[in-house]
């Protein structure tokens, strides 16, 4: 799995803009994935679960 959002920011695209393209888009859409995320570290955000839009390595274009 591949977490889009630091992808696409990396690229300097908006992330809300891709991300609502891609859940328009009648391919793309069934290939992403929200995957919650379980923070661990010592950080404010420590025990927070967070959603990730990921897509599997075999969907991305070679």
Do not use: N, Y
């Not at 992403?32 to 959603?51: D, E, K, P, V």
């Amino acid at each position: 799995m591949v977490a889009m959002k630091p992808v696409v920011e990396g690229m300097g695209l908006d992330w809300s803009s891709q991300h609502a393209k891609v859940m328009r888009h009648p391919v793309l859409s069934k290939g992403m994935q929200h995957i919650a995320i379980l923070s661990t570290g010592r950080t404010a955000c420590s025990g927070a679960h967070h959603t990730r839009g990921t897509f599997p390595v075999a969907a991305s274009p070679s």
